[in-house]
Nanobody, 125 residues
Framework: QVNLVESGGGLVQTGGTLRLACAAS????????MAWFRQAPGKDREFVAA???????YYADSVKGRFTISRDSGKNTLYLGMNSLKPEDTAVYYCAAYSGLNPIIPTRLPYYNYWGQGTQVTVSS
């Protein structure tokens, strides 16, 4: 069983910065592909960023160049640094983990079998 707990959300003005964290209770954190998704009111949950290991990362086009996904395996924690925030970034942000044996970095929601409870990010204009 994997437990994911997000933190770091809040209210920020346009152009501001936030860093989200996701604490994972897993035995071998480095074995999991980890991702951030977000869901705005009335919209489907969408991919934001994903990573596996210490190097490879993928980003949605809408956040590329503004958001940075990273992980600290010593702390079993995933991060999402968010810069130049826009009102359209307003959403609940979810941390997700993929525990499959295939060493891929999924960007599609169905691959992820563990989810956190979400943290609200609100960007005011």
């Amino acid at each position: 069983q994997v437990n994911l707990v997000e933190s770091g959300g809040g209210l920020v003005q346009t152009g501001g910065t936030l860093r989200l964290a996701c604490a994972a209770s897993v035995y071998t954190f480095s074995n999991y592909a980890m991702a951030w998704f977000r869901q705005a009111p009335g919209k489907d949950r969408e991919f934001v960023a994903a990573t596996r290991g210490s190097s490879a990362a993928y980003y949605a086009d809408s956040v590329k160049g503004r958001f940075t996904i990273s992980r600290d395996s010593g702390k079993n924690t995933l991060y999402l640094g968010m810069n130049s925030l826009k009102p359209e970034d307003t959403a609940v942000y979810y941390c997700a983990a993929y525990s499959g044996l295939n060493p891929i970095i999924p960007t599609r929601l169905p691959y992820y079998n563990y989810w956190g409870q979400g943290t609200q990010v609100t960007v005011s204009s």
